[in-house]
């Protein structure tokens, strides 16, 4: 019952939300956020070089983890939103995930390789200017770019900023 209300608090989100959508330089970029669901180290180490890379370009990088149930949280590095974080009704509860979502990101790249509810409520919420996120048919609504990725989250990362270094 709590994932029917999220799923219509996240479509209703989807409507409501106003944020002008651009895509920025990357050179005139200063924000990106990351978001992703927590599944194993290798891809906990992706998001950490991902992060790398943008630091080592002048960028200021915010991530937010999904942790689903019975999945280890890697090194406590990330802010986290949890399931229990959803209220009955389908409402976000976590600071952590609504400040993430309130935050004018240039460039927000999400990182998982199938779609989850949980990330496209904050997708759907979110500020940022220009989300980037993996193909899949129905997305069209969470992303202004789609990356088309086929060889796991490394390839996605990869293309993630290889596309939103080109945008002009």
């Not at 019952?1 to 209703?12: D, Q």
């Not at 992703?36 to 915010?62: M, N, P, Q, W, Y």
């Not at 949280?73 to 952590?96: C, M, P, R």
Request: net charge positive; glycine share 4%.
């Amino acid at each position: 019952m709590k994932l029917t209300f999220l799923r219509f608090n996240t479509n209703n989100n989807v409507k409501k939300n106003k944020t002008h959508r651009e895509s920025v330089t990357f050179a005139k970029a200063q924000s990106v956020g990351i978001l992703f669901s927590v599944e194993d180290r290798a891809k906990h180490d992706v998001v950490k070089e991902l992060i790398k890379k943008l630091e080592g370009e002048g960028k200021k990088v915010t991530v937010l983890a999904f942790l689903p149930e019975k999945k280890e949280n890697f090194e406590f590095l990330f802010n986290y939103f949890t399931a229990k974080d959803i209220s009955f009704w389908g409402n976000l509860q976590s600071n952590d995930a609504l400040s993430f979502s309130n935050t004018p990101f240039d460039f927000l790249y999400c990182l998982d390789e199938s779609p989850n509810l949980m990330l496209q409520n904050i997708l759907a919420r979110c500020k940022a200017k220009c989300r980037i996120g993996k193909y899949a048919d129905g997305n069209e609504a969470f992303f202004e770019l789609m990356i088309e990725s086929k060889n796991g989250v490394r390839s996605l990362a990869e293309g993630a900023l290889k596309y939103s270094r080109e945008l002009r």
